[in-house]
């Protein structure tokens, strides 16, 4: 789950699986896969970061899966 902000400044948790696509139109546009759309103050950038984060929360030891020996 990733937390984002709405133009009004309220906070809106989205779980990060969901999203289908981001747009940076002036304001991010976040797509999820249920088609429902949400425009937050974040930048598109801003957003993968997030996503990222969390995805490396979840999966902490998934780097380790891909060394090379």
């Not at 990060?16 to 546009?29: F, H, K, M, Q, R």
């Not at 929360?57 to 060394?67: A, G």
Request: charged residues 30%; proline residues 4%.
């Amino acid at each position: 789950m990733i937390e984002v902000t709405r133009l009004n400044g309220s906070s809106l948790i989205i779980k990060a699986e969901l999203i289908e696509t981001i747009e940076g139109t002036p304001d991010a546009v976040i797509m999820l896969t249920s088609g429902k759309k949400w425009v937050v103050s974040e930048t598109p950038q801003q957003l993968i970061d997030k996503v990222i984060a969390y995805k490396r929360q979840c999966y902490p030891d998934v780097r380790e899966l891909y060394k090379e020996n």
